[in-house]
């Protein structure tokens, strides 16, 4: 059963360190919409207004006009907002965002949201921090596609969605937010194509480090998958290495 609105922001990144009352007003002020599943929306869309994730997916892509090959940029869930690049400068920023799932979401006006901020320490106080991990999240990602192998793009990629101290009845890590994408959509987050990425799945599996079946995607050796993530660590210069080792 979808949580109510409320309860989602009390568990987000984002919003979990505010007041119940401005939560609520948060809540009151935003207008509930829903996106099906398989939805391509408007960029527009993040130009006036705010929308924070209550249920659901939404993959933000760049899309070459040319070729038509889009690589993923991010991958947004519960408690995430969209565009929090447009809310910070009022500029257009060009995304494409397209519904993994049935996505419901808080539609609020920009200056609204610019205001709470400006208004709220409760919420600048955790807004920076966030958007900190959004900029980390590029630089890693521009700096992976430089330096790493496919092997090593994809073992980041799952790792980074993985919760090391939840483990299911049979010992294996969940994986959130992409457990069931396609060999395709994974490929588009570390700028591969699928039969390429279908050939590392079928590594990892051999080597009994993933289970991979019917969309379900978990990790069943940890270790080994940490391991696949630094191998690009080993052919690297000294410099990179000391700046790896600083982060």
Same mark, same amino acid.
């Given at each position: /059963?979808?949580?109510?609105?409320? #309860?989602?922001?009390?568990?987000?990144?984002?919003?979990? =360190?505010?007041? /119940?009352?401005?939560?609520? !007003?948060i809540?009151? @002020? &935003? #207008?509930?919409?829903?996106?099906?599943? &398989? #939805?391509?929306?408007?960029? %527009?869309?993040?130009?006036?207004?705010?929308?924070?994730?209550?249920?659901?997916r939404l993959k933000l892509s760049q899309v070459d006009p040319h070729t038509g090959r889009s690589i993923t940029l991010f991958l947004l869930g519960s408690g995430d907002i969209y565009d929090i690049f447009t809310l910070l400068d009022n500029a257009e920023h060009i995304t494409f965002p397209v519904t993994l799932d049935r996505v419901e979401a808080l539609r609020i006006p920009l200056p609204q949201a610019r205001e709470w901020l400006c208004r709220y320490p409760e919420l600048s106080? !955790?807004?920076?921090?966030?958007? =900190?991990?959004?900029? !980390?999240?590029?630089? %890693?990602?521009? #700096?992976? /596609?430089?330096? %790493? %192998?496919? /092997?090593?793009r994809l073992a980041k990629l799952i790792l980074r969605h993985v919760d090391p101290q939840k483990s299911q009845t049979d010992g294996h890590h969940p994986v959130r937010l992409i457990h069931n994408l396609s060999h395709e959509s994974l490929a588009e987050m570390i700028g591969s194509v699928r039969a390429v990425v279908s050939t590392q799945i079928?590594?990892?599996?051999?080597?009994?480090?993933?289970?991979?079946? !019917?969309?379900?995607? @978990?990790?069943?050796n940890l270790e080994a998958l940490r391991k696949k993530s630094d191998l690009a660590l080993q052919c690297l210069c000294p410099e990179r290495k000391n700046r790896k080792a600083d982060k």
């Open positions: /059963m979808p949580a109510e609105p409320i #309860e989602t922001l009390q568990n987000s990144e984002l919003f979990g =360190g505010a007041d /119940m009352s401005l939560l609520q !007003r809540v009151n @002020a &935003g #207008e509930k919409i829903s996106w099906p599943k &398989g #939805e391509s929306l408007s960029p %527009d869309i993040a130009q006036k207004d705010l929308f924070v994730i209550l249920e659901g106080n !955790r807004f920076l921090p966030y958007l =900190g991990k959004m900029m !980390r999240h590029l630089e %890693d990602f521009s #700096e992976s /596609m430089v330096f %790493d %192998d496919t /092997m090593t079928h590594k990892l599996k051999d080597q009994d480090i993933i289970f991979s079946k !019917r969309g379900h995607l @978990a990790v069943k």
